[in-house]
């Protein structure tokens, strides 16, 4: 089983729709979670971080973390065309640990809004 | 803002040629990350380093080496070029975690498109 595991997509949305990325991970102790945007050719941009369960809104991107459960999710409401990238989600292994610097990246959801 | 600057967009060279991939942070962090990036394999984590001087091997350290003479300065290096390290490389930074023992997010540079042929 993967560590992080993420959905490849592509996820196709209407323009203006909610887009709902999802990833789940294996380490039950995991801290800290992040999503980052990732355009073709471009390097991975941090768009939002959360630590505790329950959801966190940023704009128009909403984090939810569940930890029981083991997924962390990513909302886009109102998606634009310039939405358009791979979003990649990222786990911090463990804490206080020899890979607590560490993120552990899943390969990625292709997310495609369609004007 | 974080500014993590690779010293090159694009890179082509041989093989068996040795290559330095540099990479400066200006924000003060303590920690640097070297990964590559390829279709379909996802960011694998090369090496990372957490202090000056200090360094540690990722998943995938075959093949490379690391310097981290300065805080700001992680440098990759490719002892003898081969054709399957043909890849995107991204060098990011992150702080030491906060107060709440939070770990702090990881910052990329552009990446390094570097060609051996």
């Known amino acids: 089983q993967k560590e992080v595991e993420q959905n490849s997509g592509p996820l196709s949305v209407p323009e203006g729709a909610i887009a709902s990325l999802n990833c789940t991970y294996s380490d039950r102790v995991s801290q800290s979670f992040f999503w980052y945007r990732q355009y073709s050719g471009k390097s991975p941009e941090l768009i939002m971080s959360?630590?505790?369960?329950g959801d966190k809104e940023d704009g128009r991107f909403t984090a939810q973390l569940n930890k029981a459960s083991q997924y962390v999710s990513l909302l886009i409401r109102d998606s634009q065309p310039s939405d358009s990238a791979t979003y990649l989600c990222?786990?911090?292994?463990?804490?206080?640990?020899?890979?607590?610097?560490?993120?552990?990246f899943g390969s990625g959801t292709r997310l495609l809004v369609r004007p | 803002d974080v500014k993590v600057t690779q010293s090159s967009r694009y890179l082509v060279k041989r093989t068996g040629e040795k290559v330095f991939l540099e990479c400066v942070q200006d924000m003060d962090h303590e920690n640097m990350f070297w990964y590559r990036q390829d279709p379909g394999l996802g960011l694998r984590l090369i090496y990372f380093s957490y202090d000056v001087k200090m360094k540690e091997k990722g998943d995938i350290p075959e093949g490379y080496s690391v310097s981290r003479e300065k805080k700001e300065r992680f440098s990759l290096i490719l002892e003898s070029a081969s054709t399957n390290q043909t890849s995107m490389y991204l060098c990011?930074?992150?702080?030491?975690?906060?107060?709440?023992?939070?770990?702090?997010?990881?910052?990329f540079g552009d990446g390094t498109r570097l060609s051996i042929l």
């Open positions: 959360i630590y505790s369960n």
């Open positions: 990222a786990v911090n292994p463990r804490l206080w640990m020899d890979s607590s610097y560490k993120l552990i």
């Open positions: 990011a930074s992150s702080s030491e975690m906060d107060p709440l023992n939070s770990n702090q997010p990881q910052h």
